[in-house]
């Protein structure tokens, strides 16, 4: 699922309602010009959002990642390489150099919107 997102004045942008995000599967949205992945979590219900980019392969293609946990920490692995990056912090459980970026996430209303600012 790819969205079309849309910024509010206070720099949330809102990407979807949440009952349309797959439990445990990604979703592309473009925020501030770059490609954010979004991932609904099933056991939890919390969501997550990171950089759409896999920076081992250069590939925008982590909305297509495998969602899971390792240690108890939710995770998504790249669908190219497999490297498992933390879905709450960006930092890459593989190689500690790379990471992610992790993006503001909350639910108001029922939509899912994302922060603008620095994560």
């Keep these: 699922m790819t969205t079309t997102a849309t910024t509010t004045t206070t ?3 809102r990407i979807c309602r949440l009952d349309a995000l797959v439990p445990d599967r990604g979703a592309a949205a473009l925020v501030d010009g770059r490609q954010v992945a979004v991932f ?19 590939a925008n293609v ?9 240690g108890g920490v939710p995770t998504v692995a790249s669908p190219m390489h497999k490297q498992t990056f ?18 503001p996430v909350r639910v108001v209303d029922g939509w899912v919107e994302i922060g603008s600012g620095t994560a």
């Design 40 to 58: 609904r979590l099933g056991g939890s219900g919390d969501v997550h959002a990171v950089d759409h980019h896999d920076p081992f392969s250069g």
């Design 62 to 70: 982590m909305a297509r990642g495998l969602v899971g946990s390792r």
């Design 11 to 13: 720099g949330w942008t």
């Design 86 to 103: 933390d879905l709450a912090t960006g930092h890459c459980l593989d190689d500690a150099s790379v990471s992610l970026r992790s993006w």
